[in-house]
């Protein structure tokens, strides 16, 4: 199970809000004062911050630290999701691109066409799959 701390930022009829954010590693590096990607990571403010709604039967209060767990399983399959599934109908539509017509600026249209549509797909799935427990953070201790 992946772990992370998390602050509360609400809790209303078992439901908690709870707020963590995501750790850079251009923070941990002793170059981080002259690197050029630390000041790009830093450009955005609140970059990695990512806001869950968790269930708990455990009544909670505004700024407590939680820990919340995510299984493995759904974190890959969700990784899996975002990367192959376009990165496969890339190659497909460059395969197929061949076939359909001979003039490039087309290919390059079903290409880019082609992998727009596996964009949208996995918008669509990814809704659905938000629905399931097992793609659902949990609330797993109170650390503070």
């Known amino acids: 199970m992946l772990k992370e701390s998390a602050v509360v930022i609400s809790y209303e009829n078992g439901m908690a809000r709870v707020k963590c954010q995501s750790q850079s590693a ?52 969700s990784a899996l999701l975002m990367y192959i599934v376009p990165l496969v109908a890339l190659l497909l539509a460059t395969g197929l691109s061949h076939y359909i017509s001979e003039n490039e600026l087309s290919r390059a249209l079903v290409i880019f066409l082609f992998t727009a549509i596996s964009f949208v797909f996995i918008k669509r799935y990814t809704k659905k799959l938000r629905q399931q427990a097992k793609f659902q953070p949990v609330l797993l201790r109170v650390l503070s």
């Open 26 to 77: 251009c923070g941990q590096c002793a170059a981080k004062n002259s690197c050029g990607m630390s000041s790009l990571s830093e450009l955005n403010g609140k970059r990695g911050e990512h806001i869950f709604t968790v269930e708990t039967m455990m009544p909670l209060s505004e700024g407590q630290v939680v820990e919340i767990g995510l299984e493995e399983k759904s974190m890959l399959f």
